[in-house]
């Protein structure tokens, strides 16, 4: 069964601070992505990544960077965190045969105080 | 690129009737449309999807239909139940392989519908 990790379910950060989080998935697959949840908007593409060391902008970008040394692992970066940043994040992984069905991780609900 | 929209955004039924949930995209280019069902607390989780070249897939008690001339696709679940009562996101993408058979797209979700099935 595929898992997809979030290393923490609950985050509390001030606004400016720099903020990682951190997502691990076990089962070798190629494609990685970063969503973030809101009520009333659904699941918003922020960055995502079809192999190691390669990146690709989603729909809202703004505010974050991504990282992905290894395949396994990646990782999203709030550079200063701000108020409207709070959010749920969800990180998800696919294969590149059968790249649509997306594998999702648990999830970290985020506050940026 | 993409928008998907969704409606309604919350919807009550009784246990036993029918619910249907429904989603227009603006990219006539979109090939693939799946549904994701995300319980509460858990984690979203692919339940049925439907590629363009069908109009209309079947699982058991839940069935999606397509209609590319209109551009929107909907989901049907019947005999509903409690363990039904979930938050449903449709998305859709253009698929595309490349002559490796490497398969990619990028999935554009729709806002959500709250489904709540009362006993």
């Known amino acids: 069964d595929v898992k997809v990790t979030q290393s923490s379910r609950y985050l509390v950060k001030r606004t400016g601070e720099k903020v990682f989080l951190e997502c691990v998935q076990d089962?070798?697959?190629?494609?990685m992505f970063w969503y973030r949840q809101d009520p009333g908007l659904g699941l918003r593409l922020i960055y995502f990544?079809?192999?190691?060391?390669?990146?690709e902008k989603g729909d809202i970008p703004e505010g974050y960077s991504v990282s992905r040394e290894k395949k396994e692992r990646f990782s999203l970066i709030l550079e200063s965190a701000s108020t409207n940043q709070t959010s749920m994040y969800l990180c998800?992984?696919?294969?590149?045969?059968?790249?649509?069905?997306?594998?999702f991780g648990s999830g970290t609900q985020l506050s940026v105080l | 690129g993409e928008n998907v929209e969704q409606h309604p955004s919350t919807l009550s039924v009784q246990e036993g009737d029918s619910a249907v949930i429904k989603c227009t995209y603006s990219?006539?280019?979109?090939?693939?449309f799946p549904w994701y069902k995300q319980e509460l607390g858990k984690r979203p989780q692919l339940i049925i999807d439907?590629?363009?070249?069908?109009g209309e897939k079947k699982d058991q008690r839940i069935a999606v239909t397509l209609n590319k001339t209109a551009k929107h696709f909907s989901l049907h679940i019947t005999e509903t139940q409690p363990e039904d009562s979930a938050v449903y996101f449709c998305?859709?993408?253009?698929?595309?392989?490349?002559?490796?058979?490497?398969?990619?797209?990028?999935?554009?979700f729709g806002q959500g519908t709250i489904l709540t099935v009362h006993p």
């Open positions: 998305a859709a993408t253009i698929s595309r392989t490349n002559a490796g058979g490497t398969s990619y797209g990028k999935l554009t």
């Open positions: 998800a992984s696919s294969t590149r045969v059968a790249n649509e069905k997306l594998f």
């Open positions: 439907i590629r363009s070249n069908v």
């Open positions: 990219d006539s280019a979109s090939n693939y």
């Open positions: 990544s079809y192999d190691v060391k390669m990146k």
């Open positions: 089962m070798d697959h190629e494609n």
